[in-house]
């Protein structure tokens, strides 16, 4: 006999899981978070290097040792003394380097969020397949015991009681692969959650039976003012320029300082020593290095014009796909869907009473349950195309995230003034 496929055990959890308790899994096992984190640990640590002034060297001299009676001998203090602000500067450029990295964290948060919600609305959508693969499974079998009855009653032929028949192992197919669906689609949800060792279970959600009117010229300044990911375009702009500015004092001398003191063996005299060393900058006036950081400054500004630019495509096309999707749910929701059922209920009845053929029948069962699958496929769209508009059009939570590009060389380079 015909019996549908028992939906695995693992569907009838009885706690199910909401998209908060999954968001809050994933912000914490999320790998490209702990990695964008740690480039901005890595970048304070390179500012609070970076400043730090040069060590002081204490040494001993001894003069004349061989011939006895005219040794000296001496203790001398040397300390390099950084000019122009450069280690000031150096915090400066690593302070907007930080500064940049933490907005590539908050980056990072909203691409995870944004692509657990894709993959919930997805996986809930499946869910919602799933159950209506069950709902119609019930449709058709009523289907075929009409078709057995009216058999029976001698107004209906054998061909009808097959063409029902196979309708319902149609059926049959569909809920198997919509489970096939949903455990995919569960898959991917948890390995975004950072937790892919959790069964398949009940997703607790609703798809969207309606939408808001969006003023899209509104949604793009807002973007445009609060876009983690061009904040932290911004900030590599101010990071360029402080580089820049950092350069163009690299050529002001530091100065050396040396003193001593000492005792002379041969008039048992004290004495003292000073020296001053400044390297003069004729030779090396580090115009490469200011020429290089202006044209980082160029390429960094031009880099926040395109983000901008690709901010604006992306939501050109988010905006194009969310108003088509309002409009279908619209018209599902309030003209399509009722007069299916309607279509459904009175068919089925005048089926029963002989009074609609059964080909008929078969065309109006099947419209009806595809009518439900593409209301499904317009709330998934609609949900999936809100969430990234929310997201800022942020997605991509397992993709590789920028590094820091600094380290502490600058300090290196702020020493010797050579």
């Keep these: 006999g015909l019996e549908i496929l028992p939906v695995s055990h693992e569907y009838e959890m009885n706690h199910g899981m909401t998209l908060d308790e999954i968001e809050q899994m994933a912000l914490a096992n999320n790998p490209a978070i702990q990695q964008a984190s740690a480039s901005a640990h890595k ?37 390099e003394f950084v000019r122009a602000d450069k280690l000031s500067r150096n915090e400066f450029v690593l302070q907007k380097e930080v500064q940049s990295q933490l907005w590539e964290v908050e ?14 609305y997805e996986a809930l959508a499946a869910q919602r397949r799933l159950e209506l693969a069950a709902e119609f499974y019930n449709v058709a079998e009523k289907g075929v015991q009409i078709a057995k009855a ?25 809920r198997r692969q919509a489970e096939v669906k949903y455990r995919g689609a569960w898959k991917q949800l948890m390995a975004m959650a950072g937790n892919s060792e959790i069964p398949p279970g009940q997703l607790i959600g609703v798809l969207p039976d309606s939408a808001d009117s969006r003023s899209w010229d509104l949604v793009e300044a807002e973007l445009l003012a609060t876009s983690p990911e061009l904040q932290a375009a911004r900030a590599r702009v101010a990071r360029a320029r402080a580089h820049l500015d950092r350069q163009q004092v690299q050529a002001v001398p530091n100065v050396t300082l040396m003193l001593g003191a000492g ?13 001053i060393g400044v390297p003069i900058p004729v030779n090396n006036k580090n115009t490469g290095n200011i020429s290089a950081a202006y044209a980082e400054v160029c390429r960094a500004s031009q880099d ?12 050109a096309k988010a905006g194009q796909d969310y108003d088509s999707a309002a409009v279908a749910v619209e018209q599902y929701e309030q003209e399509i869907l009722p007069r299916a059922q309607e279509t459904l209920d009175l068919t089925e009845s005048a089926y029963s009473a002989g009074e609609f053929s059964f080909l008929q029948t078969l065309v109006v069962r099947r419209t009806f349950f595809e009518t439900k699958l593409e209301y499904v496929a317009a709330q998934t769209e609609l949900a999936q195309t809100q969430a990234l508009i929310d997201g800022l059009l942020l997605s991509g939570g397992l993709n590789g995230t920028q590094d820091t590009e600094f380290d502490s060389s600058l300090r290196d380079q702020s020493l010797g003034g050579q």
């Excluded at 009216?150 to 569909?174: C, F, M, N, S």
């Excluded at 063996?265 to 004290?270: M, P, V």
């Excluded at 926040?304 to 939501?315: F, G, M, T």
């Design 304 to 315: 926040v014009r395109r983000i901008e630019l690709a901010i604006k495509s992306r939501l």
């Design 263 to 275: 005792v002379d063996n041969a008039t048992n005299n004290g004495f003292i020593n000073t020296q």
């Design 150 to 174: 009216r058999q029976k009653a001698t107004e209906g032929t054998r061909p009808e009681v097959l063409q029902a028949e196979i309708q319902l192992k149609q059926i049959v197919v569909q």
């Design 43 to 79: 970048a304070m640590g390179y500012r609070d290097q970076v400043g730090k002034r040069p060590n002081p060297t204490i040494g001993y001299n001894g003069s004349q040792l061989a011939d006895v009676g005219t040794d000296q001998h001496s203790l001398y203090f040397e300390q």
């Design 107 to 120: 980056t990072q948060r909203y691409r995870v969020i944004t692509d657990v919600r894709l993959r919930f």
